[in-house]
Structure formats: structure tokens, C-alpha cells
T-cell receptor
Framework: GAVVSQHPSWVICKSGTSVKIECRSL??????MFWYRQFPKQSLMLMAT?????????EQGVEKDKFLINHASLTLSTLTVTSAHPEDSSFYIC??????????????FGAGTRLSVL | QKEVEQDPGPLSVPEGAIVSLNCTYS??????FMWYRQYSRKGPELLMY????GNKEDGRFTAQVDKSSKYISLFIRDSQPSDSATYLC??????????FGTGTSLTVIP
């Protein structure tokens, strides 16, 4: 099946610093990628949808200046948490839409990134 | 009314039991129906997907879609402790809109 690689898996940073998370589709081209946030024992919360070559579409309540998304190629999207604060500590998960060579409309997820802001 | 409803559980079964997980939905335009398994602090892993109605089997897992009732199910036969996880259903049409259930927490007791 299709593979989505997310890096890093865990990052600890100091308050006020910025953190970049990468999401790569390894064996297919993903015109659309999604970024989710998940708190412990809660369901996925969609943060934004990014289409290759265009600006991301953010969900209501998500600060676009805080969570910068770049989808510069068909296989790579990045999420940068700018000036991170302890309340940004969470589990961030990316996904890519599609299946290689078909029009099947499903999502494949990365393994997630645990962000801890001290 | 939510687009997708899923009983959050928790569900606890003995090893070897048959597990039935279910979701209902309201949008008749949904065409793709997905089941994901998520272990703690991991991303969701695609288990199976079905296009339109019908059944699909993969090893111990069977996915069923009943579009007339707007009801989907995932059956796990001969459940194992390693099946203990949260199971998410998800649905989509042809665009970028995906709708997820809230997940059902499953524990298989040895």
C-alpha cells in the first residue's frame, strides 16, 4: 500500500522556538495533503488542507500565522509551528489523499509527530 | 446531525471473539468507506476500504457497506490482543471532504 513518511516522530523544543514537521508521500504523488491535531483520547481534528502549489485552506479557529503549511511539491508538505508555546504541545498527524495510479479517494496517514513545548 | 456517527465504546472482548464495529452516516453522496486502526501515539493505519456497497474481506477482517441503510460495519474474527486499538471509520465522496467517526476503543483480553 501507499506509504506516507512523517518526520520527526517526537520533538521537544523551548517555548518561543519554531518547529518544522515534514510529511512525504513515498510511492505516490499526493496533490492534496491534510494536517491533523489530536489530543490524548480524542478524535482527529483537521487543521488544514493543502494542495500542491497553492495556499493551504485552514479550518475555522486555526491560526494560519501560527501553523505555516507549505506544499511545494507533489510528495512533500511541511507544517511549521511558529513561536511554539506549551499549549501547542500535541500530536500532529499528516495524511495524503489518493492511491497510486487510480482515482480512489482515500487517505493514507503518517505515523504522527509528538510535539512537546517546554 | 453529524455526518458520521460512531459509538466510542469502550468495547472489551475476550480473545477469540468476533468483534463488530459500526458507523452510520447521513450523506448519500459518500462513495468510499474506510476503516483505520490507530494504536496509542501512532497515526491511523488503513485497514480496508470499500467503494460503494458490498462486502470486502481481508484475512480476519470483513468490511460491509449498506448504502440503503447508510450503515457500515467492520468485523474482526478470532480477535487477538494485538487488535486492541481505536478503530476509526471514514467516508468520502469525490472531493477533498473526508468525514471521520470519533473512533471506537477496543480491548481484547487474553
Amino acid at each position: 500500500g501507499a506509504v506516507v513518511s512523517q518526520h520527526p516522530s517526537w520533538v521537544i523544543c523551548k517555548s518561543g522556538t519554531s518547529v518544522k514537521i515534514e510529511c512525504r508521500s513515498l510511492d505516490f504523488q499526493a496533490t492534496t495533503m491534510f494536517w491533523y491535531r489530536q489530543f490524548p483520547k480524542q478524535s482527529l481534528m483537521l487543521m488544514a488542507t493543502s494542495n500542491e502549489g497553492s495556499k493551504a485552506t485552514y479550518e475555522q479557529g486555526v491560526e494560519k500565522d501560527k501553523f505555516l503549511i507549505n506544499h511545494a511539491s507533489l510528495t512533500l508538505s511541511t507544517l511549521t509551528v511558529t513561536s511554539a508555546h506549551p499549549e501547542d504541545s500535541s500530536f500532529y498527524i499528516c495524511s495524503a489523499r489518493g492511491t497510486p495510479g487510480t482515482g480512489i479517494n482515500i487517505q493514507y496517514f503518517g505515523a504522527g509527530t509528538r510535539l512537546s513545548v517546554l | 446531525q453529524k455526518e458520521v456517527e460512531q459509538d466510542p465504546g469502550p468495547l472489551s472482548v475476550p480473545e477469540g471473539a468476533i468483534v463488530s464495529l459500526n458507523c452510520t452516516y447521513s450523506n448519500s453522496a459518500f462513495q468510499y468507506f474506510m476503516w483505520y486502526r490507530q494504536y496509542s501515539r501512532k497515526g491511523p493505519e488503513l485497514l480496508m476500504y470499500t467503494y460503494s456497497s458490498g462486502n470486502k474481506e481481508d484475512g480476519r477482517f470483513t468490511a460491509q457497506v449498506d448504502k440503503s441503510s447508510k450503515y457500515i460495519s467492520l468485523f474482526i474474527r478470532d480477535s487477538q490482543p494485538s487488535d486492541s486499538a481505536t478503530y476509526l471509520c471514514a467516508m468520502s465522496g469525490t472531493g477533498n471532504q473526508f468525514y471521520f467517526g470519533t473512533g471506537t476503543s477496543l480491548t481484547v483480553i487474553p
